[in-house]
């Protein structure tokens, strides 16, 4: 295919420019669209399989979305209430088990670096008193901070009653907003823009689509395995973990160390038990990279995971919530159109010349 295409250069940054300024001045009441625009995009291979089944579109978009709307009515009122009250339990046990992990890895430690150099016994001794009750109390206000401050950004009302609206439309009337789309395309470069339109969507489908199932089933395994083996907050533990895994690795990260922390304090050092709670997380890493995430996500995505983590943090930090619920699209959008790219840079009489 030939790349050498004359872009419109000036139109395409103009019009990036007024879609960026649009969406900064509105994005205090962006959330519930951007919201059901994702949930649309998520559900709709669901609605258009009804469709190829003779069902009427909105049919369709009414029974998967009112399914979609069930399941996460069952997650918040009963699943959420559980783990916010074993995150608010682990905050209030947090100095205890401080305390504990105190009485049991400092002498420990002690016993080790004193056969380095006994001098610092005396250092240990004294920083241990100044510093963890510190920690503990750090911990303990930034996560009931999070807790009670976090879901005060959102205006609840508006975003129960305005998403759900949102969605149905658009899951609705899909094929007749990728067709206005399809017919603003410029003809002459067609071909061009629809073949990257494509690579976004098919980078966008494996990761968001893939992705999700992916920390849906390793939630609930690291739950259950984490139950089974009688650790506390476990379930929560778990279902954290699996959710963060939404960025490869940090999920199994987190949950492995909080875990194993967890463990060692809980068990008092019973290294069996310990390692029950290890061994959870090992096999969970198994399957998610031997099962889950070829099955699910495949090779398609072509994200880094710390593109995916910077991504995040910049939307967060740019626009709260709503930047952080398209963080990742719009970092699939940018790895697509880089990657593009850098493919015409290398067909160009400039790299060649430089080659």
């Not at 305005?162 to 470069?189: C, E």
């Not at 160390?257 to 390692?275: H, W």
Request: include cysteine; hydrophobic fraction near 55%; aromatic fraction near 12%.
């Amino acid at each position: 295919m030939d790349t050498k295409i004359s872009y419109p250069i000036k139109f395409w940054l103009v019009l990036l420019a007024c879609i960026i300024a649009l969406y900064w001045v509105f994005s205090p009441v962006m959330f519930p669209f951007a919201a059901g625009i994702t949930i649309a995009y998520f559900l709709e291979p669901i609605v258009s399989s009804l469709e190829k089944k003779s069902i009427p579109r909105w049919i369709g978009t009414l029974i998967t979305l009112s399914g979609f709307l069930f399941l996460l009515v069952f997650i918040i009122l009963l699943i959420l209430p559980m783990i916010f009250a074993q995150i608010t339990s682990l905050v209030t046990a947090m100095p205890d088990y401080v305390e504990k992990a105190r009485e049991h890895l400092i002498p420990w430690a002690k016993h080790w670096i004193s056969e380095i150099s006994p001098n610092y016994s005396q250092h240990i001794e004294t920083a241990k008193s100044q510093t963890t009750e510190n920690v503990a109390s750090l911990l303990g206000s930034a996560l009931k901070r999070i807790i009670s401050g976090g879901m005060s950004l959102i205006n609840i009302v508006t975003l129960f009653i305005l998403t759900p609206v949102i969605a149905f439309y658009v899951l609705k009337d899909w094929d007749k907003m990728t067709g206005i789309i399809d017919n603003l395309i410029p003809r002459k470069s067609y071909a061009v823009i629809k073949e990257q339109l494509g690579e976004i969507n098919k980078t966008l489908s494996g990761f968001i689509r893939g992705q999700a199932l992916v920390c849906l089933c390793l939630g609930i395994f690291y739950a259950v395995g984490l139950r089974l083996n009688g650790l506390e907050y476990g379930a929560t533990v778990g279902l954290v973990s699996g959710l963060l895994t939404i960025i490869p690795y940090v999920g199994t990260v987190f949950g492995f160390a909080v875990s194993t922390i967890l463990a060692l304090v809980q068990f008092e050092g019973d290294l069996i038990r310990t390692g029950l709670v290890i061994l959870v997380f090992v096999i969970g890493q198994g399957l998610e990279g031997y099962i889950l995430t070829p099955r699910l996500v495949g090779d398609r995505v072509g994200l880094h995971p710390v593109w995916i983590l910077f991504a995040i943090i910049a939307g967060i930090s740019l626009l709260g919530f709503t930047g952080a619920l398209i963080a990742v699209p719009v970092a699939a959008v940018i790895g697509v159109l880089v990657r593009f790219a850098v493919k015409m840079y290398k067909s160009s009489n400039t790299y060649k010349k430089l080659v």
